[in-house]
């Protein structure tokens, strides 16, 4: 397999890629009708991914249960950042290289609209009383703030120097921000819209997720090779646990969190309570970014850029499930997992 270069703009586009023909009208057409017909179909019952693929400018729609895609929705941009509404009818989508916000009706598959924004739209997530969206502009350096009835950024809050995951804490009371080039999560009050708390961590955080309980946060560190573990209450960074070669985002199921080690090809297992290590996956994909765990604990979802595919792991056993083929270059980087049920 021919690999792809490891290093990416902020859009995601290889440096030193083939430059790819511009389709034909006759072939545009055929990949709108394409996409009509899967999406005509309907969602299933099952709860569903949406995957965001950079290099193919789509997202796809991963039907967990049969792990079969049902979907296929262009986008356009280099689609990065993907988070779904805890009621599962909205999914937005960040795209860098077009500097946009996509907004999709999940049960339809349909482009409600696209926001035009400014900056390095990357990170995203949804307040989880469904609005407002959050987004993080990386070269401005701000947390923005959109109503996405509205279509338009309401206001912005300045934190870190590169924000990349984002993540609000299940009250809607704060949402953290990992500043990649500052090495630290700014902690900011959702209604005030102020930084409340600044935490160092380790060295360039990158994705951020919180508990369920909202006790925890936790920050893949991509410089130091770790996850920092955050008491929020504290506000203070009270544990650090070595992983593997460059860590992208975290997962959290059953009493483990799960990390995706893009360089090493593996996922790293550790225990929450005693922060100890349970176990390093080679489970087959190569380069995972974007992880989730699925509503109910059970499985884990990642995201393999080289071998573009969604791979699904047992929580329990740490068994590799199956892995279904998605669009090229696949990211998935946010909460992407749409629960139906």
């Known amino acids: 397999m021919r690999r792809r270069s490891r290093h990416r703009r902020l859009g995601g586009v290889p440096k030193g890629a083939r430059p790819t023909r511009a ?7 055929l990949a709108l009708l394409a996409a009509a017909a899967l ?16 290099g193919s400018d789509d997202l796809t729609v991963v039907d967990l249960d049969r792990m079969v895609p049902v979907a296929t929705i262009p986008i356009g941009g280099k689609p990065a950042g993907i988070a779904v509404a805890r009621d599962g009818r909205r999914a937005y989508v960040t795209s860098p290289d077009s500097k946009t916000l996509t907004v999709i009706d999940a049960d339809t598959r349909a482009i409600v609209k696209r926001i035009g924004l400014t900056g390095g739209p990357l990170g995203l ?19 923005l703030v959109v109503d996405p009835e509205a279509g338009s950024v309401t206001a912005q809050v300045t934190v870190g120097e590169s924000p990349s995951g984002i993540a609000p804490t299940p009250d809607g009371r704060l949402v953290l921000t990992a500043d990649r080039d500052s090495n630290q999560v700014s902690i900011v009050d959702a209604e005030s819209l102020t930084v409340v708390a600044v935490v160092p961590v380790g060295t360039r955080p990158f994705g951020v997720t919180v508990s369920a309980d909202g006790r925890r946060a936790y920050t893949a560190n991509v410089g130091s090779n770790d996850v920092s573990v955050i008491d929020l209450a504290a506000r203070r960074e009270i544990g650090r646990v070595a992983v593997g070669n460059t860590p992208y985002a975290v997962a959290l199921a059953g009493g483990r969190a799960f990390v ?19 176990a390093t996956l080679a489970y087959g994909g190569e380069y995972p970014e974007g992880i989730a765990a699925t509503p109910d604990g059970r499985r884990i979802l990642v995201a393999d850029w080289f071998s573009n595919t969604l791979s699904a792991i047992d929580a329990t056993t740490l068994k590799t499930l199956g892995t279904v083929k998605v669009g090229d270059g696949p990211r998935a980087f946010g909460d992407f997992i749409r629960r139906t049920r």
């Open 260 to 278: 995706t080690d893009q360089h090493a090809d593996t996922i790293t297992v550790f225990d929450t309570a005693s922060l100890a290590p349970v």
């Open 23 to 29: 389709p034909t009208a006759v072939a545009l057409g």
């Open 39 to 54: 999406a005509s179909a309907g969602p299933a019952s099952a709860d569903e991914a949406f995957v965001t693929n950079q």
């Open 125 to 143: 997530a949804v307040h989880p009383s469904g609005r407002p969206v959050y987004v993080a502009d990386w070269y401005a350096h701000r947390l």
